[in-house]
């Protein structure tokens, strides 16, 4: 078993930056790949970025791309989001999840809490 926690979450306006974690606990030898997914009201779930173990391979959700940035610091056993330039449509809670590298939800074996990201226009 793997326990994720997210935080980092807030309120900020359009154009600033924010930078969430994600802390595993549990299970950490295992090699999973991270991600992190978000999911407005009314919406489903949607991806936003990804990195594998090692942390050389990541991808980005297109609505994301350029703008957040993914890493991970193994060590600490943390996944980092960093966002820049936001918009009022990345308002959403966001979720770290744990499991294989990719871009479906279902490839992912464990879940966060989730952390609320508003942003005001």
């Known amino acids: 078993q793997v326990q994720l926690v997210e935080s980092g979450g807030g309120l900020v306006q359009a154009g600033g930056s924010l930078r969430l974690s994600c802390a595993a606990s549990g299970r950490t030898s295992s090699r999973y790949a991270m991600g992190w997914f978000r999911q407005a009201p009314g919406k489903e779930r949607e991806f936003v970025a990804a990195?594998?173990?090692?942390?050389?391979?990541?991808y980005y959700g297109d609505s994301v791309k350029g703008r957040f940035t993914i890493s991970r610091d193994n060590a600490k056993n943390t996944v980092y989001l960093q966002m820049n330039s936001l918009k009022p449509e990345d308002t959403a809670v966001y979720y770290c999840?744990?499991?294989?590298?990719?871009?479906?939800?279902?490839?992912?074996?464990?879940w966060g809490q989730g952390t609320q990201v508003t942003v005001s226009s």
């Open positions: 990195i594998s173990w090692s942390g050389v391979s990541t």
């Open positions: 999840a744990a499991g294989k590298y990719g871009i479906t939800p279902q490839l992912y074996d464990y």
